[in-house]
């Protein structure tokens, strides 16, 4: 069965600082795609950034961009020079053949100012 | 910007009630997926739709939850009877079109509909 697994429930960091978020799999598909969803408080979730699992360059957009270990099974969200709005709920994910998608539990962010 | 439109935001029952949620996804998007996100935790698909066709229910709770999109627009998913842990918030997705081998598409999320049953 597929699996995604967010070991960090909670993280806190100061404004402009960076901050990783980790994310580990597990699928038996070849081809995937791994996403990064944000879920500010009371809004709704917006895609962050995707990869696909066929490609070996790491996916970036702007301040955000990931670390994407296919061998190990890993797709950590790094965040440069966070700001307030960064603070969310993130959730990693995962989609298959299937088109379903399998979120993690979620890390909670919080930016301090 | 388009956006997926949900309704009502909020709904308090009792247990035993029955409650209707209804979801409006983006125009042209063919696909549509209702979510169930307990506290804590991220959300669960419980059916998806290509047009008026159900492509995944297996998670769904057949005997109390039913979901239908009739004219391959929006959707209506309800609960009959509602009990305590159906709690929770219920997302609505859409994305453009369900590539069969692998999905391409972004999924677009409305703003959910956070039910709380008594």
């Known amino acids: 069965a597929q699996t995604v697994t967010q070991s960090q429930p909670e993280m806190s960091v100061q404004e402009a600082e960076t901050v990783t978020l980790s994310c580990t799999y597990d699928?038996?598909?070849?081809?995937?795609?791994l996403f990064w969803y944000k879920q500010p408080p009371s809004r709704q979730m917006i895609l962050v950034i995707r990869q696909e699992a066929y490609k070996q360059q790491n996916a970036t957009e702007n301040r955000f961009s990931v670390n994407f270990q296919k061998a190990a099974k890993s797709f950590s969200l790094k965040i440069s020079d966070s700001q307030l709005g960064d603070t969310a709920m993130y959730f990693c994910a995962s989609s298959n053949r299937d088109d379903k998608i399998i979120f993690g539990k979620g890390t909670r962010l919080h930016i301090l100012p | 910007e388009a956006e997926v439109a949900q309704s009502p935001r909020y709904k308090i029952t009792e247990k035993s009630q029955a409650v209707a949620f209804w979801c409006d996804p983006i125009?042209?998007?063919?696909?549509l997926y209702w979510y169930r996100q307990i506290l804590g935790q991220g959300p669960e698909l419980l059916v998806q739709f290509q047009d008026e066709s159900v492509v995944d229910d297996s998670q769904l709770p057949k005997d109390r939850f039913s979901a239908e999109r009739l004219k391959g627009v929006d959707s209506t998913l309800k609960i009959q009877p509602a009990e305590l842990g159906d709690s929770a918030m219920y997302l609505c997705?859409?994305?453009?079109?369900?590539?069969?081998?692998?999905?391409?598409?972004?999924?677009?999320f409305g703003p959910g509909t956070r039910l709380l049953v008594l």
């Open positions: 125009s042209g998007h063919a696909t």
């Open positions: 997705a859409s994305s453009l079109e369900y590539q069969g081998e692998l999905n391409q598409e972004t999924q677009y």
């Open positions: 699928t038996s598909e070849n081809n995937y795609y």
